[in-house]
């Protein structure tokens, strides 16, 4: 394992697996030039049985906080002393809070306040909605769903399209929810959840199929006949799945995962630096960087 002691700059990194699409490194560089940080930003692409071992060696090396995706973010968590998923790591800052003992990365999500911040680019608040269709539930949903005000009943119109109902005893337990809120994930189940939306409905694409080569285009063609006239968030970019096409195609509110990634960035940033730089400069950066390749 390379040895980060030697590294002049400041390592920090995201950790997950098959994520060479990755933009964070892109987006934290860019930040830190802005901020008059000295870092280097990697990918660590790696199994999960040399995670802890990374963490570790990342640790003792200094290393002021990471990043982390699809599929650890769980895991990561349990090593954290978390019991939800987390997607960033830092260290505590003892002036700030004294009772914090500095052995190991403290862990948190900043998916669920990067999605709120994201809805508000689209004229959105969570408090206007009135049914959420999740297509699948991967690391991020959870924490978004953290966000959303279940008080007001909306735990009732929830809809869960997922591949593996294991989660579903979990996901109960923690969110108010209950057998009628889980659906096989299907077209034909998407379909029939569609046709009860309103105008202040919202589907989330929380699975990452579409960086597997999956468009989800099947899901896309039910989208396009369903009449449903709510909102579209594709929690993917680089690309997203046929629903963003779809949606713009028929005039829906619609948006990728590029503005979420740049807020939960920015939220990152102020647990590692105290500041963060402006979403402005971050996403023309990340569209003429993207426009260029």
């Not at 990918?43 to 802890?52: E, M, N, R, Y």
């Not at 009449?227 to 690309?239: A, E, I, M, S």
């Not at 590029?258 to 400069?281: C, D, F, I």
Request: proline content about 4%; hydrophobic content about 40%.
């Amino acid at each position: 394992m390379e040895n980060y002691r030697q590294n002049r700059k400041q390592i920090m990194g995201i950790i997950g697996r098959s994520i060479g699409y990755s933009l964070s490194p892109f987006l934290h560089h860019t930040a830190a030039k802005y901020l008059h940080k000295n870092i280097t930003y990697k990918i660590f692409d790696v199994d999960k049985d040399q995670v802890h071992v990374l963490l570790n060696d990342l640790w003792e090396s200094g290393c002021l906080g990471l990043n982390v995706t699809s599929p650890y973010k769980k895991y990561v968590g349990h090593l954290c002393h978390r019991n939800v998923p987390v997607n960033t790591l830092f260290r505590h800052i003892p002036a700030l809070d004294a009772g914090a003992q500095d052995v190991f990365f403290s862990g948190t999500s900043t998916d669920g306040q990067g999605f709120v911040q994201a809805l508000k680019k689209i004229d959105l608040l969570p408090e206007t909605v009135e049914q959420v269709i999740f297509l699948g539930f991967g690391g991020a949903a959870e924490s978004i769903l953290r966000e959303l005000p279940l008080a007001n009943g909306l735990n009732k119109r929830i809809f869960i399209l997922r591949r593996k109902p294991e989660i579903d005893r979990e996901l109960c337990d923690s969110f108010l929810l209950d057998a009628e809120n889980f659906y096989l994930f299907s077209p034909e189940n998407f379909l029939e959840i569609l046709k009860t939306g309103t105008q202040n409905s919202l589907v989330i694409q929380a699975t990452n199929a579409p960086h597997q080569g999956e468009t989800l285009k099947d899901f896309a063609s039910v989208l396009k006949l369903s009449g449903f006239n709510g909102t579209v968030l594709d929690l993917c970019y680089r690309p997203p799945s046929a629903l963003v096409w779809a949606a713009k195609d028929l005039g829906l509110r619609c948006q990728d995962g590029l503005p979420m990634l740049v807020e939960q960035a920015r939220e990152s940033q102020k647990l590692w630096w105290g500041q963060a730089a402006p979403y402005e400069v971050l996403m023309q950066a990340l569209l003429d960087f993207l426009s260029g390749e």
